[in-house]
């Protein structure tokens, strides 16, 4: 197994990250073209916690090495499943996904965070990102930490791409958001 | 917002996007957590989803992720914090 980690802070407030956060992959991110799909399969409110329990269906379109496509199975398309949990209470985002497709040879398992930040909690958000890669595929060594290499490149060169196109989702937010808000005093 | 994986549910799941984003940010985050004003929409939205999931296999891969993983993380995260 590799683990692939990452963190960030965010010059946001944890309500517009995690508002922001339901439209990252929208055409504001033109760094996520990989994503071409995001359905949303069940939602539910916790009636005892408020907590937001939230299953996705994201579906990328992304070029695979071609050693990989000749090991995996060939196909660019892949799905991965999301379970996410809101608690409005503790100002916190969770997600948790995992790799649908190749599942049989590869698991996934990415933890994302968004949490208020305990230094600057009313316009300052932390972001942390863990993913742990396995190669399940029976056999050689070298072969799997080849694999579980690659998959840990990837992930590094993505989860870079998905910051810089999460900033331009917040800022665009934040102005669509505003210009909101003026309209409707104006209208007032 | 993004599109649906199967072009002809496009048109209601972005009624049901715009919805649900205006409940989270007016509603949901401001403490109004048990109102649902996107459930008609989210019927018709999953009704068209889940005859394409199921035409191409996707229905059976979630279920197999549902059964592998999400109740270990429902214990951990549906707590109360």
Redesign the interface.
């Known amino acids: 197994m590799k683990v692939f980690s990452s963190g960030c802070t965010f010059n946001y407030s944890w309500d517009e990250v995690s508002t922001a956060n339901w439209r990252k992959y929208c055409p504001w991110n033109d760094k996520s073209t990989h994503v071409v799909g995001v359905d949303t399969l069940s939602r539910t409110v916790d009636p005892s916690t408020g907590i937001l329990r939230t299953e996705r269906l994201i579906t990328c379109n992304q070029s695979v090495p071609q050693w990989v496509l000749s090991l995996l199975g060939g196909t660019n398309t892949s799905h991965v499943y999301e379970v996410s949990y809101v608690d409005p209470v503790a100002k916190k985002v969770t997600m948790c996904s995992t790799n649908l497709t190749w599942s049989n040879v590869l698991s996934v398992r990415e933890t994302v965070v968004y949490r208020q930040s305990p230094i600057d909690p009313a316009t300052t958000t932390e972001f942390t990102q863990e993913a742990k890669i396995t190669a399940l595929c029976g056999g050689w060594q070298k072969i799997k930490n080849k694999v579980e290499e690659a998959s840990v490149d990837r992930f590094r060169e993505n989860a870079k791409i998905g910051r810089e196109g999460f900033e331009t989702v917040l800022e665009m937010s934040r102005r669509v958001f505003g210009e909101q808000r003026e309209l409707e005093k104006q209208r007032l | ?6 072009p002809e ?1 496009n048109d209601i ?1 972005e009624k ?2 715009t919805c ?2 205006k409940w ?2 007016e509603k ?2 401001r ?1 109004n ?2 109102s ?1 004003d996107c459930e008609e929409l ?1 019927k018709k ?2 009704g068209c ?1 889940n005859k394409v ?1 199921k035409e191409r296999g ?1 229905d059976v ?2 279920e ?3 059964k ?3 109740s270990e ?2 214990a951990e ?5």
């Open positions: 917002m993004a599109a649906s994986i199967a549910c799941k049901y996007d649900f984003l989270y940010s949901y985050l403490g957590t048990s649902n989210f939205y999953k989803l999931l996707i891969m979630v197999d992720a549902r592998s993983g999400s993380t429902d995260f549906l707590k109360k914090s």
